[in-house]
């Protein structure tokens, strides 16, 4: 299981021009679930993304986190962070997980940052074509992987 995570100050998720969902200052964590993963991945990630120390203390060092500050957590399924590129040009996605798996644990996921205590966590629409924008804070961008 993979996420790159993003810190915004707020993000606009659309479908074919229609409001889906937006956050104000947070995490836009995109999200990809590969073969094999397991509930103990989606648990143990959940707890990371929600427990990043990457906001500012009042001292202005990076020491506090979503449910420090009571932030909020946009969570956008993304395959393609499995795209292998090591042969050609034109990624492979095999281990990606399948649609209808990946959309339970995707479900799930966000149902576990909510259980953590995340204040808001907003969702995209698994499977579209999603436009997002965002208005990155710092920028700080961390990628977790829970194969290592």
Same mark, same amino acid.
């Given at each position: 299981m993979k996420a790159l995570v993003q810190r915004v100050d707020k993000a606009v998720l659309t479908v074919d021009n229609n409001l889906i969902s937006e956050i104000s200052q947070g995490l836009v964590c995109y999200l990809g679930i590969?073969?094999? +993963?397991?509930?103990?991945?989606?648990?143990?990630l959940a707890r990371k993304v929600a427990g990043l120390r990457i906001f500012? +203390?009042?001292n202005g060092k990076m020491n506090l986190s979503v449910l420090d500050k009571g932030l909020e957590i946009l969570v956008v399924s993304q395959f393609t962070l499995y795209g292998d590129i090591r042969r050609g040009f034109r990624p492979s996605f095999i281990e990606a997980e399948l649609p209808e798996i990946a959309n339970k644990m995707y479900e799930k996921f966000c149902e576990e940052l909510s259980a953590i205590g995340v204040k808001k966590v907003a969702k995209g629409v698994f499977g579209a074509d999603m436009h997002?924008?965002?208005?990155?804070?710092?920028?700080?961008?961390?990628?977790?992987?829970?194969?290592?």
């Open positions: 590969g073969k094999g +993963d397991t509930e103990e991945n989606l648990k143990w500012a +203390d009042e997002i924008n965002q208005y990155n804070a710092g920028p700080v961008t961390i990628m977790i992987d829970t194969s290592k």
